[in-house]
């Protein structure tokens, strides 16, 4: 029998009061007038030159001449307004007058001109198209700028508004410098956190609070965490802090506020090109049939995803037209496969004497939850008879064999917002583009020729050259679009008014008032 | 004496000199294109074949290993560990902005295993079979049981999100500390009250204990003064080896606290495959490993005369 004794029952006791009266931290004190913000990796230093700092915090402090609207309308930036020349050469920039970079530089067409040439026409950034294809800049005016082409690029005015290296420093700005005509300012950078105050010279709305501290929370559940104990105040956003679904579902039950909103890139399952299982269409529709996409939107982004089987979601430009998602049909993919030539049922296929078995690569760490969306896969084809084999990899890995096509199935993405539809068009559907690790999703003879066509296709024509591919892709079942994730954001009661940021490469400040 | 010294010295420089072989081999075997996770952080989508193999060529990784192995070791003898391939900096200064930071986790950590497994063990040698020794042998197998990401989880969710008492991840005043403390303080805690304990009760009934009792001693009088002191090396060895352990412990801690400790980067060179940042943390973990147990071995040569003797035949 177990005794206690006297002094522990009062230790005990006194141990349990001194508890409940230590104070609570309001971890909100302090911090009436700012935004904290979890960032999954630090900032950086902003360069724009460099691919290294954290793609989402240019936007806070560099404005660019267009920015991105919904749908992917253009809307003015620096430049208030732009006229590309009839022939597609030359496109002439009216810029914001009364602007002036956060050092005191004016943002005038020498400015702008100093800029431009960082990157227009050098080799590194030869991936953008406009880089590619400049030849000259012409100064008209003190606020007028014309950039001369080689070549007319029909993305340009888009390929304007990604992150970097287009967006906009002070001429004077010392190495190291991030000095931007933006919103804000940054105070301070380190490897824990980046404070950002607010330019109250900003030539447009003004965010409602002074200061913006982005902290560096490297673990998912920390964030979460951070955020229950109001801590933080926004965690989300693919390239911010990633919050996965699983997560968003339990914050909603925690009194915070979760936002979703259609996204604009797309999971795809891609084909091997080079495998010669996956040149059997056959084999592809019977993939392609066999899926159960909105059990995958449902069961393993909790719905926070939208089943889809087109390559672009609606909410990028010229993303063509809907294609309803087809319900799962064992049969028809089985179907499929026996007027493919291949014999066999729901135990397995053969053909020639070669039994159907599929290399699955998946890499957690290139696609965080691809090995469950992979196994769920798997459990449906097997009900086809597709007999898939998963191979987990690490991204090293998973960036070797990607671009060499060494696989039969395995995972892709879109670029999404802004730097679709023509960035993953160009880079993952052209066989003479050179992705390096990232590899493509799908490259024909055929469908390089309508590629070219559509990214050199302006106007009116665009839409139409667009479809051309997206129709191509789907009578030949290049690819396997399976979801569009939606972009997840959850938000601690003291901010109103959140309103998602333009592109997932931004940070949401705008709207939010705090209480 | 200085000859059995500086044979433990050179065998740990051996040791080392192994390890870091052992490690870079490990490193660099493991399958992937590092060179085209470094284009593509580079260039983005602008990372192709050709920057690819430039990268390959330029950190001379088509060299033979050993080539590889000795143009390395070459440069960490003069403190040069190259540059990380994912942050861009040197390895150098990456190490001058964490390591205060992971060794205030690990002294603090220390410092409290150290205090909580002397109290909790005497305590239960003390209280020998009653029912504050039962407690604390069931709160040592816990705590020597439970994964210390749990641990954190938990602690997180009680004192910060519960009870709001102490903030749940960065540096921010003393009391940010408390729990990352904790938490790596568990499990090494729990592992030495349960050496403590033992040993006491092992030696509370050695002829000299006896002799104490006999002298009208009291219980605790005989376990403070005489028992205690007898514990010292076993005590002392298990610690050193908790301790260095307690740097595993740290990769997980700083991750889930937010601390910008070389644990924390270690995971993310892992992430990232930037072997030049594993291979400079893995050979200062080795370098931590070996110190601090050279540092028990002569500790104790010092403290028990039987260890300085020479082994005979």
């Known amino acids: 029998m177990l005794k206690l004794d006297r002094r522990s029952f009062l230790a005990t006791t006194a141990g349990l009061s001194f508890l409940t009266v230590l104070p609570r931290i309001a971890f909100a004190d302090g911090h009436a007038d700012t935004l904290r913000v979890a960032i999954a ?29 919904p749908g992917g309308a253009l809307e003015p930036g620096l430049a208030t307004a732009w006229t590309i020349a009839e022939d597609g050469l030359s496109i002439s920039f009216d810029l914001r007058e009364g602007v002036s970079f956060t050092d005191g530089t004016p943002f005038d067409a020498t400015a702008a001109e100093w800029n431009l040439k960082r990157w227009m026409g050098v080799a590194d950034f030869s991936w953008i198209g406009i880089a590619d294809a400049f030849d000259s800049i012409v100064i ?17 005015l888009l390929e304007l508004i990604i992150v970097r290296p287009v967006r906009f420093l002070s001429p004077k700005a010392a190495a190291g410098q991030p000095i931007g005509t933006g919103p804000w300012i940054v105070e301070s950078y380190s490897s824990t956190e980046t404070v950002l105050v607010r330019n109250d010279a900003y030539w447009g709305d003004k965010p409602a609070f002074g200061r913006m501290e982005l902290k560096v929370v490297p673990d998912e559940l920390a964030r979460a965490n951070a955020l229950r104990a109001g801590e933080l105040d926004v965690i989300g956003g693919d390239w911010v802090a990633a919050l996965s679904p699983r997560r968003a579902q339990a914050l909603a039950g925690e009194g915070m506020t979760i936002v979703a909103e259609p996204g604009t890139a797309t999971t795809i399952l891609g084909f091997s090109p080079q495998s010669p299982m996956m040149q059997d269409k056959a084999v592809r529709d019977a993939i392609f049939l066999g899926i159960d996409r909105a059990a995958v939107a449902t069961v393993l982004f909790e719905g926070f995803a939208d089943p889809t089987v087109d390559i672009f979601p609606a909410t990028v430009p010229t993303a063509g037209s809907r294609t309803p998602v087809p319900a799962r049909d064992v049969a028809a993919a089985q179907a499929a496969l026996t007027a493919g030539g291949w014999a066999g049922d729901a135990a ?45 990899v690490d991204n090293a890995t998973m960036h070797d064999r990607r671009p060499k096509f060494d696989y039969d199935l395995t995972f892709f993405g879109t670029y999404g917002a802004p730097y679709d539809p023509h960035g993953s068009l160009g880079a993952s559907f052209v066989t003479a583009s050179d992705t390096g690790p990232d590899g493509k999703i799908y490259v024909h003879p055929d469908l390089d020729a309508l590629v070219a066509t559509a990214l050199e296709t302006g106007g009116d024509a665009r839409e139409g050259a667009m479809q051309a591919v997206y129709d191509w892709l789907r009578t030949n079942t290049a690819a396997c679009p399976l979801v569009v994730t939606q972009r997840l954001w959850a938000v601690h009661p003291r901010v109103a008014g959140f309103t998602l940021p333009a592109t997932d490469y931004d940070l949401p400040f705008k709207g939010i008032t705090l209480g | 004496m200085q000859r059995m010294f500086m044979r433990r010295v050179v065998l740990a420089l051996l040791l080392m000199l192994a390890a870091t072989a052992l490690t870079f081999w490990l490193v660099t075997a493991a399958p992937g294109n590092v060179a085209a996770l470094i284009a593509e952080r580079a260039a983005g989508a602008g990372a192709d074949g050709e920057m690819i193999a430039k990268i390959a060529d330029d950190l001379g990784l088509n060299d033979p290993l050993p080539v590889r192995y000795a143009r390395w070791l070459g440069d960490a003898l003069t403190g040069d560990f190259g540059v ?188 990232f495959r930037d072997f030049i940042g594993m291979q400079a943390t893995l050979t200062l973990f080795v370098v931590f490993f070996v110190s601090i147990n050279l540092l028990v071995d002569l500790l104790a040569m010092l403290a028990d005369p039987r260890l300085r003797r020479p082994k005979k035949a």
């Open chain 1, 41 to 69: 990796g630090e900032t950086g230093d902003l360069d724009l030159l460099q691919n290294v700092s954290t793609l989402s915090s240019y936007s806070a402090v560099f404005d660019a001449l267009i920015h991105y609207g």
């Open chain 1, 140 to 156: 008209d005016a003190p606020n007028k700028i014309t950039v001369k082409l080689k070549r007319p690029v029909p993305a340009a």
């Open chain 1, 348 to 392: 397995g296929w053969t053909k020639d004497g070669t039994a159907l078995e599929i290399a699955f690569l998946v890499s957690e760490e290139s696609f965080p939850g691809s090995r469950r969306i992979a196994e769920m896969i798997q459990g449906m084809l097997m009900e086809v008879g597709v007999k898939t084999n998963i191979e987990t």
């Open chain 2, 84 to 271: 990380s391939l994912r942050t861009g900096k040197p390895m150098a200064e990456e190490f001058a902005e964490r390591i205060p930071m992971t060794l205030a986790l690990l002294t603090g950590g220390g410092v409290l295993a150290l205090v909580l497994s002397l109290a909790m063990g005497i305590a239960g040698a003390a209280s020998n079979g009653g029912i504050v020794d039962r407690l604390l042998h069931g709160m040592a197998l816990i705590g020597a049981s439970t994964p210390n990401f749990f641990v954190a989880a938990m602690l997180v969710i009680v004192f910060s999100v519960w009870l709001g008492m102490v903030p749940t991840f960065g540096v921010s005043g003393l009391t940010s500390w408390l729990l990352p403390w904790i938490t790596i303080a568990l499990f090494p805690a729990s592992v030495l009250a349960r050496v403590v304990r033992v040993n006491l009760q092992d030696t509370m009934s050695r002829p000299f204990a006896t002799t104490g009792f006999a002298k009208g001693l009291t219980r605790r009088a005989v376990l403070l003064r005489e028992a205690l002191p007898n514990i010292a090396i076993p005590y002392m060895t298990t610690f050193g080896a908790q301790f260095t352990l307690m740097i595993i412990g740290a990769i997980v801690v700083e991750r889930v606290f937010g601390l910008n400790g070389v644990g924390a980067f270690f995971i993310e060179a892992i992430r």
